[in-house]
Nanobody
Framework: QVPLVESGGGFVQPGGSLRLSCAAS????????IAWFRQAPGKEREGISC????????YYTDSVKGRFTMSIDAAKNTMYLQMSSLKPEDTAVYYC????????????????????WGQGTQVTVSS
């Protein structure tokens, strides 16, 4: 059983919006530190947001802050990434992930350790 299954990627014009979903199985999402990453063509995978359940805090990197919102629906055991004001530079494969380290403003940008990855979903922003 795949623990994280993503959906919701696609093609969108600049300025548009998309919502990514990531359904978890075999564990309860809101007990864990969880994150979204992305990998653009020719670039390394980068963390963009994470939730620290102990603090009740969500952290974002500067590249997406104010435009992206990460959330959890505990009843559905599903995490979301709502993306707005999309730019061509947001084009990437997006991955949801479960961390086995603490999510923080520092760790999301500095190799937050991950034990489970989603399969990835392509987001393309282009006119």
């Amino acid at each position: 059983q795949v623990p994280l299954v993503e959906s919701g990627g696609g093609f969108v014009q600049p300025g548009g919006s998309l919502r990514l979903s990531c359904a978890a199985s075999g564990f309860t999402l809101d007990y864990y530190h969880i994150a979204w990453f992305r990998q653009a063509p020719g670039k390394e995978r980068e963390g963009i947001s994470c939730i620290n359940p102990g603090e009740g805090q969500t952290y974002y990197t500067d590249s997406v802050k104010g435009r992206f919102t990460m959330s959890i629906d505990a009843a559905k055991n599903t995490m979301y990434l709502q993306m707005s004001s999309l730019k061509p530079e947001d084009t990437a494969v997006y991955y949801c992930a479960r961390a086995d380290a603490i999510c923080s403003a520092y760790s999301i940008s500095h190799s937050l350790r991950i034990d489970y990855w989603g399969q990835g979903t392509q987001v393309t922003v282009s006119s």
